[in-house]
């Protein structure tokens, strides 16, 4: 069973940083694209990242281009954040995602989500 926890949202003023982990058990972690969105209130979730099979290509939403890095290590199964600069309308609750098929370049089919994780930018 597919198992996706994040950590690291917090509560944290605008222009600075925080970084969020997902932690994977459960298939063969390496071999999936993985991803990263967010939910603001009364809002849609929204696509903020993603992240090949690899590690060698990233996707990015124009709002964070520049600001946030996703990034993963295969050996601890575990993706990861870095968002910088954070702005007052990234405060979200923050989902990990994992693609449903393997060795994709893109997250296509993002099949399974975490619980979630709040990030809360104080302006």
């Known amino acids: 069973q597919v198992q996706l926890v994040e950590s690291g949202g917090g509560l944290v003023q605008a222009g600075g940083s925080l970084r969020l982990s997902c932690a994977a058990s459960?298939?063969?972690?390496?071999?999936?694209?993985m991803g990263w969105y967010r939910q603001a209130p009364g809002k849609e979730r929204e696509f903020v990242a993603a992240?090949?099979?690899?590690?060698?290509?990233?996707y990015y939403a124009n709002s964070v281009k520049g600001r946030f890095t996703i990034s993963r290590d295969n050996g601890n199964n575990t993706v990861y954040l870095q968002m910088n600069s954070l702005k007052a309308e990234d405060t979200a609750v923050y989902y990990c995602?994992?693609?449903?098929?393997?060795?994709?370049?893109?997250?296509?089919?993002?099949?399974?989500w975490g619980q979630g994780t709040q990030v809360t930018v104080s302006s």
């Open positions: 995602t994992r693609n449903r098929q393997p060795n994709t370049i893109v997250l296509v089919n993002p099949a399974y």
């Open positions: 992240i090949s099979w690899s590690g060698g290509n990233t």
């Open positions: 459960g298939g063969t972690y390496s071999k999936y694209a």
